[in-house]
C-alpha cells in the first residue's frame, strides 16, 4: 500500500471516528508539509459535517493558503453550517494575512450576530488580527471580553502594545497580569 493511499486512510478514519478537532490537527499538518499530493486527497474528502469543514479550514490555513481558507470559510458559512471557535480561530489568523481589516471585521461581526462561542483561542486571534491594523481599541475591546485570560492572552496584549511603541500601556497590561 504507497505511503499516500496510507495517510488518506488515516485521515479518513480520524475524521470519521473525531473526538476531538484538536486530536488530528498535528498529524493534518505533518501530511501537509511532507506530501504535497496530499492536498488532492483532502479535497477529494466530502464534506457532511462542521468537522470535515474544520479539519479542511485547519489544513489549508496551516499550509498557508490564505485564499482556499476564506473560501472555504464562506462555502460553510453559505451552506448553513454551524460556526464553532475551531472554525474561527484559523480564519481570523488567515485574516490577519489579507489586506485590511474588512475581512477580519466580516468574520468578528458574524460571531456577534450567530453567539457563536468563540473561546480564548479564538479571541486572542481576533486581538492579534486588529492589533496587526493598529485598531487597538478594538483589540483592547476583544481582550477585556475574555473572562479567563491565560498566559497567551496576556502576552498578546502586551506584544500589541510593543508593537506599535506603547511601552507604559504594555507595563500597565502587565502590571494588571501580575495581580
Not at 68 to 96: E, G, K, R
Request: glycine share 4%.
Amino acid at each position: 500500500m504507497s505511503v499516500s493511499r496510507r495517510c488518506i486512510d488515516y485521515l479518513s478514519y480520524q475524521v470519521r471516528n473525531l473526538r476531538a478537532i484538536a486530536s488530528i490537527k498535528v498529524p493534518v499538518k505533518k501530511l501537509h508539509k511532507r506530501y504535497a499530493h496530499i492536498r488532492h486527497s483532502l479535497e477529494e474528502l466530502p464534506l457532511r459535517d462542521i468537522s470535515s469543514f474544520n479539519v479542511r479550514l485547519a489544513s489549508y490555513f496551516r499550509s498557508g493558503n490564505v485564499q482556499a481558507t476564506w473560501a472555504l470559510f464562506c462555502h460553510m458559512h453559505f451552506s448553513c453550517c454551524d460556526l464553532n471557535a475551531y472554525t474561527i480561530t484559523p480564519v481570523l489568523s488567515a485574516c490577519s494575512a489579507l489586506p485590511g481589516t474588512k475581512y477580519g471585521k466580516q468574520v468578528h461581526g458574524l460571531m456577534i450576530k450567530t453567539g457563536v462561542d468563540a473561546g480564548t483561542v479564538a479571541k486572542t486571534a481576533l486581538m492579534n488580527l486588529y492589533s496587526k491594523y493598529r485598531c487597538l481599541g478594538d483589540s483592547v475591546r476583544a481582550f477585556e471580553e475574555i473572562e479567563l485570560k491565560d498566559v497567551v492572552t496576556w502576552n498578546a496584549m502586551i506584544s500589541s502594545f510593543l508593537r506599535h511603541g506603547l511601552a507604559k500601556d504594555a507595563l500597565h497590561v502587565f502590571a494588571r497580569m501580575r495581580r
